[in-house]
């Protein structure tokens, strides 16, 4: 081993576990963050089964025949609740609002002649099969949003090993916006957005963490070689300043909200290859699921207010540090309240979590572009635009503070410490 190396390593670990600031941003956060996270997914996946066992079925039966009662008989067997109505045509079905009022969110169709095609098969007639139609309600939500429209197509594959192979054809039918999209799968839908869902939260994420790093490096560079000392002390209007750093900022995060909104339309683009070559004739700019040139203004806004508003918060927390080390320690604290609300937006839909969890979510500004990004699919424009008022009005607010701080002379004495072990006695011994 190399000649006092032991004693070397040793001592870089005594510093670093000693030092607060690293204890909590590398130990003690994850050891908060990843628990909270396990929860959240775990509440999301208990919701969907949750859902999907208590969800009613809404079975419009035109046949009344002998085979489509036994049909819905066989649901029923496997626990699926369901409500039977006679001689009615999806259309009504939506237009009447059915769904809502049987508190359901999918609907299967037996259509008329379902019976007579169930017995020629039966007979030998091989040519003959029977369809049946599945309509699910399509929702942009979390991960498992569309869990229960699975399930049916799984137990009428059920019914079909229990009475022939192959001998009833589901087709499956999406119902977005009030508007039934024939031959669309929700399931295709979801699978096809999962990647959006997965990829928007982690580059939102490295945006903002990057675009904070640099921020904060900056005026803690200046703080730790004086430079800052001596600019505060020219004939220069200290609001002044700070307008120039945060317009610096400004600049930045315009940059990083055009390049983003430039990937998200790639990436987009690159779904609706997928689409074209997965899933044929699904097209997902005719289904309204692709953000229109309005759609990515209102995204871009957000992003940038967003971005703002953390190099705002990232030159007031380095402000209180001693150096580059100490700024990057303190704006580890900020990276949970960025990763959670991202992360967990994966897997939850906001619209179905109660008033409170989604108050706290609503309440921190660096979730909102996950919002808005859910949000523009389904046309929620009110909530994109309450978040784009909201995350700028906590930015106003950051800016204030940042233009007290630079007014006084705290912004080169301000220092946020942590008392260290042993710190007490070495203060007495000195004495």
Same mark, same amino acid.
């Given at each position: 081993?190399?000649?006092?190396?032991?004693?070397?390593?040793?001592?870089?670990?005594?510093?670093?576990?000693?030092?607060?600031?690293?204890?909590?941003?590398?130990?003690?956060?994850?050891?908060?963050?990843?628990?909270?996270?396990?929860?959240?997914?775990?509440?999301?996946?208990?919701?969907?089964?949750?859902?999907?066992?208590?969800?009613?079925?809404?079975?419009?039966?035109?046949?009344?025949?002998?085979?489509?009662?036994?049909?819905?008989?066989?649901?029923?067997?496997?626990?699926?609740?369901?409500?039977?109505?006679?001689?009615?045509?999806?259309?009504?079905?939506?237009?009447?609002?059915?769904?809502?009022?049987?508190?359901?969110?999918? $609907?299967?169709?037996?259509?008329?002649?379902?019976?007579?095609?169930?017995?020629?098969?039966?007979?030998?007639?091989?040519?003959?099969?029977?369809?049946?139609?599945?309509?699910?309600?399509?929702?942009?939500?979390?991960?498992?949003?569309?869990?229960?429209?699975?399930?049916?197509?799984?137990?009428?594959?059920?019914?079909?090993?229990?009475?022939?192979?192959?001998?009833?054809?589901?087709?499956?039918?999406?119902?977005?916006?009030?508007?039934?999209?024939?031959?669309?799968?929700?399931?295709?839908?979801?699978?096809?957005?999962?990647?959006?869902?997965?990829?928007?939260?982690?580059?939102?994420?490295?945006?903002?963490?990057?675009?904070?790093?640099?921020?904060?490096?900056?005026?803690?560079?200046?703080?730790?070689?004086?430079?800052?000392?001596?600019?505060?002390?020219?004939?220069?209007?200290?609001?002044?300043?700070?307008?120039?750093?945060?317009?610096?900022?400004?600049?930045?995060?315009?940059?990083?909200?055009?390049?983003?909104?430039?990937?998200?339309?790639?990436?987009?683009?690159?779904?609706?290859?997928?689409?074209?070559?997965?899933?044929?004739?699904?097209?997902?700019?005719?289904?309204?699921?692709?953000?229109?040139?309005?759609?990515?203004?209102?995204?871009?806004?957000?992003?940038?207010?967003?971005?703002?508003?953390?190099?705002?918060?990232?030159?007031?927390?380095?402000?209180?540090?001693?150096?580059?080390?100490?700024?990057?320690?303190?704006?580890?604290?900020?990276?949970?309240?960025?990763?959670?609300?991202?992360?967990?937006?994966?897997?939850?839909?906001?619209?179905?979590?109660?008033?409170?969890?989604?108050?706290?979510?609503?309440?921190?500004? $660096?979730?909102?572009?996950?919002?808005?990004?859910?949000?523009?699919?389904?046309?929620?424009?009110?909530?994109?635009?309450?978040?784009?008022?909201?995350?700028?009005?906590?930015?106003?607010?950051?800016?204030?503070?940042?233009?007290?701080?630079?007014?006084?002379?705290?912004?080169?004495?301000?220092?946020?410490?942590?008392?260290?072990?042993?710190?007490?006695?070495?203060?007495?011994?000195?004495?």
């Amino acid at each position: 081993m190399l000649k006092g190396f032991q004693t070397i390593l040793v001592k870089e670990l005594k510093e670093m576990m000693r030092d607060p600031k690293i204890l909590v941003g590398i130990i003690i956060v994850p050891l908060i963050m990843f628990p909270i996270l396990g929860l959240v997914i775990g509440y999301a996946t208990q919701t969907a089964q949750e859902e999907a066992a208590q969800a009613r079925l809404l079975v419009v039966d035109n046949d009344g025949g002998n085979w489509s009662q036994a049909f819905i008989k066989f649901f029923r067997a496997v626990n699926v609740t369901t409500t039977v109505i006679n001689n009615t045509t999806p259309e009504q079905v939506v237009s009447q609002d059915l769904l809502t009022q049987n508190n359901s969110t999918q $609907f299967l169709l037996i259509p008329q002649g379902f019976s007579e095609n169930m017995t020629q098969f039966t007979n030998g007639n091989l040519n003959v099969k029977a369809t049946v139609d599945i309509y699910g309600v399509f929702k942009s939500g979390g991960i498992f949003s569309n869990v229960a429209s699975a399930g049916i197509t799984t137990i009428v594959e059920g019914f079909n090993r229990a009475v022939s192979p192959n001998v009833i054809y589901a087709s499956q039918s999406t119902i977005l916006d009030g508007e039934i999209q024939a031959g669309v799968d929700p399931n295709t839908l979801s699978g096809l957005l999962f990647i959006q869902s997965l990829a928007l939260p982690i580059t939102i994420m490295i945006l903002l963490t990057y675009a904070m790093q640099i921020a904060a490096t900056s005026v803690a560079m200046e703080k730790e070689e004086k430079t800052l000392e001596t600019l505060l002390t020219v004939p220069v209007d200290r609001f002044a300043i700070l307008m120039g750093k945060l317009s610096g900022s400004i600049f930045i995060a315009g940059i990083g909200a055009v390049a983003y909104m430039f990937g998200y339309n790639y990436m987009l683009g690159s779904f609706a290859g997928m689409a074209q070559t997965g899933a044929p004739g699904v097209d997902l700019a005719a289904l309204g699921l692709t953000p229109s040139l309005f759609d990515y203004t209102l995204l871009g806004l957000s992003l940038f207010v967003t971005l703002l508003s953390a190099l705002a918060l990232a030159v007031i927390m380095s402000a209180f540090a001693e150096d580059v080390r100490g700024a990057t320690a303190l704006i580890g604290y900020i990276y949970p309240v960025i990763f959670v609300p991202s992360l967990a937006l994966m897997y939850l839909d906001i619209n179905s979590l109660p008033l409170f969890v989604k108050a706290i979510f609503y309440a921190i500004p $660096f979730s909102h572009p996950v919002i808005a990004s859910k949000a523009v699919v389904l046309g929620d424009y009110a909530t994109v635009v309450f978040g784009i008022i909201y995350v700028a009005a906590f930015t106003i607010v950051i800016m204030y503070i940042a233009s007290r701080l630079f007014a006084t002379e705290k912004i080169l004495t301000a220092k946020l410490k942590f008392k260290r072990r042993g710190s007490k006695k070495t203060a007495e011994q000195q004495e």
